[in-house]
């Protein structure tokens, strides 16, 4: 077992593989930039390492730093999170190079499934359905017969890409060209690598994910599906497994076809293998995450595994310790991303300091947060401050908690998504399950924030004038007779 | 405090204290609220009776605005206050003069550089010490008086601003 | 303490009578007030609009703490001066809440002839400081003058108690402690320069607020340089070079919001201590003051029916009910706050002048503010009276008076004169304010008396020589005195000279009370003390 375990990593995650850590007994030293001073995690860690950076980012993706504090520390192995440096083939082999456990898949795992276009092809050798699509392999103008060709509407994607850079659909023929053209750009911007491909777009799919466990010797166990339709700027938003009216049947094809990839792939630690779902029930693989995801509280609810745990126990080199058949999918759970952005501003994220944090606490609500009371959020990081995660012993049940939930959670001093997502757990649409990744946008009306009743903006203005000095000064400082007195001319 | 504009969510509504004496009664647009029994039952929590109804919220003041969480809204809510600008802080300055004898090294404006509060206009070195002279508010150079390389004494007007683009006094006054 | 039973009858002929003509002397009040505050050639209003300076009265609403009274002092000061060209005497004073602290407020009224002063301008800002010292109450100065009126100037500027008198006044403030902050929103020109230099804290407007000994003509004339009032004393010169002025705002809002935050940062000394009881309004309503008050100066009434509406509750304790009659001496609560009340129900004679003398001396023992409620014609006269004294025991009276430690407020609710007016706190006996009803008539004798007086006089002269007395002469001394004494008894030229600190519509008259009392409570009483009393 390993005895000492970097982060690297910042912000909820690395909480949750501390937490973890701790209760296995195991050492943790945590990294951070001086920006993160006062983070949570910090203080959770039996050791800390400062890192330099210019920007705060590229700190925690210093690969020289990160390797120096495991070795200043005797971290004999290494946790990276998600983002970062967790999906870099090239960091995960330095790791094991230098002999550090890196706790995720070996290199050409990682690579392999980091670059779109050889993972599909991959899964296509593997009988995996993959949507029909176009490679840029020859002009331009090939390209776009080829593409032209799958039929439209076309998503563009850059084959390096993630989180919906450099991603676009086009719905005609005229279109096409051009949207290639910015796609490239912004692909060759953000990834310095312009290769972009198309695929078919399926109108109103599903996004579901498999969580898959392998040894890195072929044996592979999946925990069920997770579904995670609901995105904003092709950013998930809310999550939950399983996945509401999603035929046994047909969920049991995705999950082989995930286990099936990861097989093959003799996938070591846990991975994600991403589905897209169309309403016909014709599914297409889309890729696979090669580290922890960021829902995968959801998971570990209905699964009752800590993943975190699994992780640290394959790197250790002690294997699966589950079966597939011991592994049980039992009631329901839902994850929401709290972040600091504002939902009617087109998730435009935002900073200021989290100045009170309260936070729900019950049997079935679980809150990973990176962020404590009095921590200022600034633009150097991501804006997801915290997962809210509640379950039930069906979807319904989880549904009221999280909503109970989300009207508890108090975080004021900077603005968040929280009541934007209480509308979700509230919509009627939500409730009843029929979730595709275009919600929020066809749903835009009912979630976005009622107008207030002249008594609420009432009480609302009211409640703000009473914290502020001046106003209680100018409604309670008036001496007698004045007070009585009034607004009185003689 | 005198009657205000208070936004919240965006939206700008008047307030304004209208009696003390027998209860207290704001009013916030058209409307007249009678508030009672104002409590403090925790440092980030208020708790009044408003027309008759108990409302109880959380609250925290952040820099610039007041967020507010009632009933499971969080409301951002924006006090205007005339004169915030700081003027007790020199913030309205317009002539930036020089504390002590010098001589410009460096300029970093020109005339009608827009500047932000804070942003160093020129370098200065007095008694062998270089002095960054910044900005006291937001502005547009209007004038600059002391050339690099030039020598000036004490008090003397170093770079004049006019008011940022788009502010001018009854926008900036009774906000 | 019981109620005062009213025995008023609301439905009498009487009561309708008085009604109908008090009620119209109070909104001939207002209307007058009304011209004083507002009333001005659409010039004057464009001129300040045009330097983008809002009017005086605007500024003063913006000052105060909202939902908050303003006691406006000697609002028709000057009204029948200088051929009315200077209504309020071109300036605002008066008394209100300012960051929740009660302040004097002195503004300059730029709307009449930019503010320049006249000599009752002066007169009328030197009584405003004068409240300031006697209760302890800071200043707020809202400058904007042009300075001395020069064709007035000796009338205003050489003697002790004028224009210097402000500047002195200024320094006893600031020594004794008082804040004062001066708010420069226009010129302070010349000896206007001292205000804001002579205050403790002072904001100047830039663009509009200049501070100079001379202005720009003056300077030109002394040596000839052509400048800008702004080139010579302007808010940047002033906070940046002189140091003569301690902050700079870009506009009058900023300015007052800047001054306001000034005010809140003045510590508030402990109040002196009287008893005092939650305010609870008067159990008859004050509207009916108007149908008790007479509509001849020669009429009496019952003063207890105007304390039933005026003190909290109506609840009066009487002092010595039977004796000494002609005045009411009592205990009551005026807006929480207990007074002692003094009240004339007629002409006073030896008992009640012994008996006011001895309450005078109980309030004092109580530590109980005083409140006058005149309606006095004198004291008894005749050789009967002289032989029991009633010189002495007037003399009593101002002893104790004069004496007295505690606060003294004096209301003109009808007539005073003669040496009533003295024993009854008149202007002369320092009492903290004095206010007048619009009915209030004050002299030496009533008009009728010193024309009978004066007629009676000219007769024995034109006897004496030898001359004869033609009727006709008499009525023309008569007629002559009756008509100047007319012009000079009334309440409105009262008010004009700064004999009072302003009409009240008696209705108003609780209100004022309770806020000059609030106000006097920020000083200490004195120590108690008196001389001789002739016994």
Known sequence: MLKRVLIANRGEIACRVIRTLRAMGIGSVAVYHLEDRGAPHLDLADERVLLHGHVPTAAYLDQD??????????????????????????????????????????????????????????????????????????????????????????????????????????????????NIRMAAGEAQRYFADGRVYAEKLLEQPRHIEVQVLGDGKGNVIHLFERECSIQRRYQKV??????????????????????????????????????????????????????????????????????????????????????????????????????????????????????????????????????????????????????????????????????????????????????????????????????H???????????????????????????????????????FDVPEPYASIGAWRN | MPPTKTTINGRSVDTEIIARRPALAVKIGEAVHVVTDVRRPSPSEIEFTLDGSVVRGWCFAGPDELYVRIAGNTHIVNIARPGASGAGNAQTVNDIRAEMPGTVVALHIAEGDPVALGQKLMTVESMKLQIGVVAPRDGVVAKVHAQLNSTFDRGAALVSLAPAVGENASAKGNG | MPAIKSLISTGSEDFRRRYVHNKALAAALKTKQDESRHKRPQRDFDRLAKQGKMTPRKRLEKLLDPATPFLELSTLAA???????????????????????????????????????????????????????????PVIHLCDSAGGQLQMQSELFPDKYMAGRIFRNQAILSKMGIKQLALVMGHCTAGGAYIPAMSDYSVIVRGTGGVFLGGPPLVKAATGQVMTADEIGGADLHTQLSGTVDYAADNEDECIALGREIVSQFDRGPKTRIEQAEPEAPLYDPDE???????????????????????????????????????????????????????????????????????????????????????????????????????????????????????????????????????????AYDGRFLFSWPNHQIGIMGGEQAANTLAEVRQRQLEREGLPVGADVLAKVRADTMRAFDSQTNAYYATSQLWDDGILDPVDTRNALGIAISAALNAPFGQPGNGIFRF
């Open chain 1, 65 to 178: 730093q990160i390797i120096a504090a495991c070795k200043a520390t005797g971290a004999d192995g290494l946790h990276p999170g998600y983002g970062f440096l967790s999906e870099n083939a090239g960091f995960a082999a330095r790791t094991a190079k230098e002999g550090i456990a890196f706790i995720g898949p070996d290199a050409d795992v990682i690579k392999l499934m980091g670059d779109k276009i050889l993972s599909r092809n991959y899964a296509r050798k593997l009988g995996i359905p993959i949507a029909p699509s176009a490679t840029q392999t020859g002009t331009l103008e090939h390209f776009i017969d080829q593409a032209a060709a799958i039929g439209f509407p076309l998503l563009i994607k850059a084959s390096a890409g993630g989180g919906g850079k450099g991603m676009k659909i086009v719905r005609a023929a005229k279109d096409l060209e051009e």
């Open chain 1, 238 to 435: 809310v999550e939950e497994s399983p996945a509401p009216n999603l035929d046994w049947k047909l969920r049991d094809q995705i999950c082989a076809a995930a286990v099936k990839l990861a097989s093959a792939a003799k996938y070591k630690n846990a991975g994600t293998v991403e589905f897209i779902l169309s309403a016909d029930g014709t599914f297409y693989f889309l890729e696979m995450n090669t580290r922890l995801q960021v829902e995968h509280p959801v998971t570990e609810m209905v699964t009752g595994v800590d993943l975190v745990a699994e992780q640290i126990k394959i790197a250790s080199g002690l294997g699966l310790s589950f079966a597939q058949q011991d592994i049980v999918q039992k009631g329901s759970a839902i994850e929401v991303r709290v972040c600091a952005e504002r939902p009617e501003r087109d998730f435009q994220p935002a900073v200021g300091r989290v100045g009170l944090l309260r936070v729900p606490v019950g049997g079935k609500l679980r809150f990973d947060a990176g962020i404590r009371e009095g921590q200022v959020v600034t633009p150097a990081f991501d804006s997801m401050l915290a997962k809210l995660i509640c379950c039930g012993d069906t979807r319904a049940d989880a549904v009221a908690g999280l909503s109970a939930a989300l009207r508890e959670l108090v975080i004021l001093g900077v603005p968040t998504n929280v009541d934007f997502l209480a509308r979700i757990a509230r919509n009627g649409v939500f409730k009843s399950g029929k979730l």
């Open chain 1, 437 to 475: 990744t275009g919600f929020i946008g066809e749903q835009s009306a009912d979630l976005a924030p009622p107008a207030l009743a002249p008594s609420e903006e009432a009480a609302a203005v009211l409640t703000a004038l009473f914290d502020d000095a001046d106003f209680r000064r100018a409604a």
């Open chain 3, 79 to 137: 009204n029948m001066a200088y051929g009315g060209e200077a209504p309020g005497a071109a300036s605002i004073c008066g008394l209100g809440i300012v960051s929740g602290r009660e302040v004097v407020i002195h503004a300059a009224d730029s709307t009449v002839k930019a503010g320049a002063w006249y000599p009752l301008t002066v007169k009328k800002v030197l009584r405003a400081l004068d409240i300031a010292i006697e209760n302890h109450l």
């Open chain 3, 289 to 427: 003051l108007y149908g008790i008050i007479p509509d001849d100066i020669k009429q009496g009434f019952d003063m207890r029916e105007v304390i039933a509406r005026m003190v909290d509750g109506s609840r009066f304790h009487e002092y010595k009910p039977a004796y000494g009659t002609t005045l009411v001496c009592g205990y009551a609560h005026i807006l929480g706050f207990k007074v002692g009340i003094i009240a004339n129900n007629g002409i006073l004679f030896n008992d009640s002048s012994k008996k006011g003398a001895h309450f005078i001396a109980l309030c004092n023992q109580n530590n109980t503010p005083l409140v006058f409620l005149q309606n006095i014609t004198g004291y008894m006269v005749g050789r009967e009276y002289e032989i029991a004294g009633i010189t002495k025991d007037g003399a009593k009276m101002i002893m104790a008076l004069v004496g007295s430690h505690v606060p003294k407020f004096t209301v003109m609710c009808h007539a005073s004169f003669g040496a009533g007016n003295y024993g009854m706190c008149g202007r």
